[in-house]
């Protein structure tokens, strides 16, 4: 049954799901893992770009692709704001917290969202959504196999960031030792709230890569939420090459599992291999010991 | 005590509502007012008193409802059995997710997701498999009377769903009690911790007996114990207790090593000095229970252990010992 002819398509659909996967998981390996905190709104914020892309195509008759100079700063600022505003502020610096502002953050953008456009499930429509590539036996839709593109480019310029700006200097000296950078003068709610910015920043291209092969309404986010953990524990927190490979390698799991196990039990793989992960190695694959 | 009274007397007053209204809202208002309830003392036990937060509660929550759904429909079993039965699968899972996640250490946001994570491939089973019904999911049928746990009126409802929450509060009332036990024999042994520090810096062996007194002030702190009312004051005592006791036992168990090892042997002094002791503890616990079992209070029962001490340290003090 298992013949080349159908695990070389699924495989690859595995890939370009995972790379899907893995641009939505860059952002919150920023903000979870490098900085810790908890944020359960990645989804909703998520769902938030989302509508922002279909917005503006059905509004304004803008390309997705073309849209990712508007949907990058938009979200950056949303993120910046949420941070600095809410997060940072309602948090009073406890774990905890952020992980229940965060939650009450997502239910609050999650029922904005249906107050504003209802519960129904919207797609765009573009000349390439149904265009597919050949690759040996097997047909890839043309926007997976631009949003796997985008993933290796966001990682890239999120890797630039972090090493060589000095933004990503100050990134990695708060998340060391957050004590230790205030009195060197860094402006630690100003980094904290940039790396936020930054998460939601790829979040909004994620978004422009998804939205012409997907569909978006009020809860598209929450089935992303706990696979983007997953990623990133996966991949080892802080690491954007760990979360890259472990995006893809939840995209083939996910893909085998379905063929395998049937469609509905397809995803059981990735949260099995998350317990397991976080029970014995919790630091992940490509992480150092915490 | 206090806890269980104010129970008592809101179980009271709820259960009382549906005498005084018909309003089908109001009715409903309370019946969900006590869900909700009941739902936050769940999350309470371990995100307000333990300070992990489990995110997978759905899945606790799940289980329960679909063992009550399969032993009623599948089982043919009645709802008022198929209700215990629940609440023990939940108790079931719930024990395992918390042992496979504290086992490995997990705390915080690792927590948080690990429990998430369990909640989703318990709902990615239940909607696959046969047995839940799948996606569609399990319908009891509609069949009118108390047996059947479907009250005609919502009163029936509202009093299940108040004893549940009644339930709920005892046992965590009971919980709250039980940990601040723990806080204070937390209490009692920094002071005891204190104590032996302190002894072991100033106290010479050849001197021991001069930690006797601290024996007195052991002797007159327990029934002071007993008439304290106020807690911060019952704290300091405590702790003074406690520093008392390492005072006192630091020196003296140094001596009764130190005397056994010459006498006989380490070995043998010491399994005396065990054998002694746990005696002493078994026949104090045995007269503790028996005097609380004839109604005696906690005062007169604490002046009469105290008295003994009293006795039985003063003359030692007199005595010289040679090492």
Known sequence: ?290 | MKDFRNIALFVLLVGMVPFLTDSGVMLNFVMTALYACLLSQAWNVLGGFGGQFSFGHALFFGTGAYVQAIAQMQWGLSPWVALPLAMAFAAGVGAFVGAASFRYGLKGSYFALVTLAFAEVFRIVATSVSFTGAGVGLMLPLQESAANMQFANRAGFIWLMLGLVALALCITAWLKNSRFGAYLQAVVALGVMGGAAMAASTCRIFNARRALPWGLVLAALLPCMAITKVLWLAVVMLLLAGWAGGMLLVPLNALLAHRGAKIMKSGRSIAVQGFNENLSVLIMLGLYSALLAWEWTLLPIMLLFSLPLLVAIKPWQARTWKT
Do not use: W
Not at chain 1, 77 to 83: R, S, T
Not at chain 1, 117 to 135: G, H, M, N, P, Q
């Open chain 1, 1 to 290: 049954m298992l013949d080349l002819n159908i695990l070389f398509p699924s495989l690859l659909n595995g890939i370009t799901t995972g790379a899907v996967y893995a641009l939505i998981a860059l952002g919150l390996t920023l903000i979870y893992g490098v900085l810790h905190i908890i944020n359960f709104a990645h989804g909703a914020a998520l769902m938030v770009a989302l509508y922002g892309v279909y917005m503006l195509k059905e509004k304004l008759g803008i390309d997705p692709y073309l849209a990712l100079p508007i949907m990058v700063p938009a979200m950056f600022v949303l993120g910046y704001a949420l941070q600095r505003g809410v997060i940072n502020r309602a948090s009073h610096g406890k774990d905890e917290n952020i992980l229940l502002v965060t939650l009450g953050i997502s239910i609050v953008l999650e029922n904005l969202a249906l107050l504003f456009f209802k519960s129904d499930t919207r797609t765009i429509e573009t000349a390439y959504t149904l265009t597919t590539v050949e690759i040996g036996p097997a047909f890839i839709a043309l926007p997976k196999l631009v949003s796997f593109a985008g993933a290796l480019v966001v990682s890239a310029v999120m890797l630039f960031i972090v090493q060589k700006t000095d933004l990503g200097r100050a990134i990695r000296a708060v998340s060391k030792e957050k004590q230790g950078a205030r009195l060197m003068g860094i402006d630690v709610d100003h980094v904290y709230a940039m790396c936020f910015g930054l998460g939601l920043a790829s979040l909004g291209a994620a978004a422009c890569f998804l939205m012409p092969a997907y569909y978006v309404n009020p809860q598209v986010g929450n089935g992303f939420v706990l696979v983007a953990f997953t990623i990133v524990v996966l991949g080892g927190m802080g690491s954007f090459a760990g979360a890259l490979l472990g995006g893809l390698l939840i995209g083939v799991v996910e893909s085998l599992g379905g063929l395998l196990l049937g469609e509905s039990l397809g995803q059981v793989g990735i949260f099995v291999i998350f317990i397991v992960v976080l029970l014995l190695r919790p630091q992940g694959f490509f992480g150092a010991k915490a």
